[in-house]
């Protein structure tokens, strides 16, 4: 069975940092790529960051917090950490990790369930 959990989120304040974790099990990372997403109230979920350890352990982050956020892969824990620096009051949103079948365009086979960014100003 596929599963992705998250955690990790939390209320922090602006400019403090958070690491979100994606734990994955039924897949390897050959399989499929990670991509984190965010959904903010009352707006669409968007694409944050990936990364494909079968594209060479390649990453991709939007220009919203490219710079700020790192995403990276511990193979032993089967665990996709996403490390927010800098934490805007715009970050605050659910955060979802996700398997990606597909990377161009993102194509998501299973989510997991999210976990809440508060960002306070």
């Known amino acids: 069975e596929v599963q992705l959990v998250e955690s990790g989120g939390g209320l922090v304040q602006t400019g403090e940092s958070l690491r979100l974790s994606c734990v994955v099990s039924g897949f390897t990372f050959d399989d499929y790529a990670i991509g984190w997403f965010r959904q903010a109230p009352g707006q669409e979920r968007e694409g944050v960051s990936c990364?494909?350890?079968?594209?060479?352990?390649?990453?991709y982050y939007a220009d919203s917090v490219r710079g700020r956020f790192t995403i990276s892969t511990d193979f032993l824990k089967k665990t996709v950490y996403l490390l927010m620096n800098s934490l805007k009051p715009e970050d605050t949103a659910d955060y979802f990790c996700?398997?990606?079948?597909?990377?161009?365009?993102?194509?998501?086979?299973?989510w997991g369930q999210g976990t809440r960014v508060t960002v306070s100003s």
């Open positions: 990364i494909s350890e079968a594209d060479d352990g390649s990453t």
């Open positions: 996700a398997a990606l079948y597909d990377t161009d365009p993102w194509t998501v086979s299973y």
